[in-house]
């Protein structure tokens, strides 16, 4: 019983979070982020998480990845993507998170050696309450809101999204920044 009101309230608070974010009137707190930072955070937040399962947990840093955006919410893409990650990968797999200064973006990238997606259902994981195969994800006991909250919240900062996987080897979601990004706020319409 304990795990069900668990499940509800998680499944309550991401309905709550998805419905601020698609709102129209929902507005980012732009700041200066350093996303090398944000990562070891997040490595600390969900080590326990990991040891758990034996996964391996990486991060990797190259230049300077500072970018503008709202740190809660970034915060919160990289949790999702990383929560899934261990999610999805058996034990003794690792999960690596990698961000990378570019010229005029920054790259973030999530990666596991986990179970993957296939190519007819990988274009649906970010719709709303979209699981691929409900028995085989039932386990996990998720909802299937994590990644619509990470599509919101990307297109909120301007990123973007792209997932490749294969089956049996392994999935990367990577998240491209501005490292302006609130320069383009005004052509956004949920951020006028
Ligand atoms: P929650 O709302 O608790 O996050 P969820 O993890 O099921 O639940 P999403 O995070 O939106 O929901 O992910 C949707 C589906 O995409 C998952 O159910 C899973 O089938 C698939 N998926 C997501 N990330 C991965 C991954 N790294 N590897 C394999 N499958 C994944
Ligand atoms: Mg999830």
């Not at 499944?11 to 698609?22: A, F, G, P, T, V």
């Not at 990486?58 to 999702?80: A, S, Y």
């Not at 994981?125 to 990644?147: K, P």
């Not at 919240?153 to 049996?168: C, F, G, M």
Request: glycine content about 6%.
């Amino acid at each position: 019983i304990s795990k069900e009101s668990d499940r509800l309230e998680s499944l309550i608070h991401d309905l709550l979070e998805l419905s601020k974010i698609e709102g129209s009137h929902f507005l980012l707190n732009w700041q200066e982020v350093d996303l090398h930072e944000m990562i070891e955070d997040v490595k600390m937040m969900l080590q326990e998480q990991a040891d758990k399962k034996k996964i391996d947990l990486k991060t990797k840093v190259m230049g300077n990845p500072k970018i503008e955006g709202d740190p809660h919410r970034l915060k919160q893409v990289i949790l999702n993507l990383v929560n899934n990650a261990i999610s999805y990968t058996p034990e003794e797999g690792n999960v690596t998170m990698r961000v990378r200064e570019q010229a005029e973006t920054v790259l973030l990238e999530v990666e596991d050696t986990g179970i993957g997606i296939t190519k007819k259902e990988l274009p649906r994981v970010f719709e709303r309450f979209y699981r691929v195969d409900r028995a085989r994800s039932r386990n996990s006991g998720g909802t299937g809101l994590g990644l619509a909250i990470v599509k919101h919240l990307s297109e909120a900062h301007k990123a973007r999204l792209d997932v490749t996987s294969e089956v049996n080897k392994g999935t990367t979601f990577k998240v491209t920044f501005y490292k302006k990004g609130w320069k383009r706020k005004k052509t956004c319409k949920s951020l006028q």
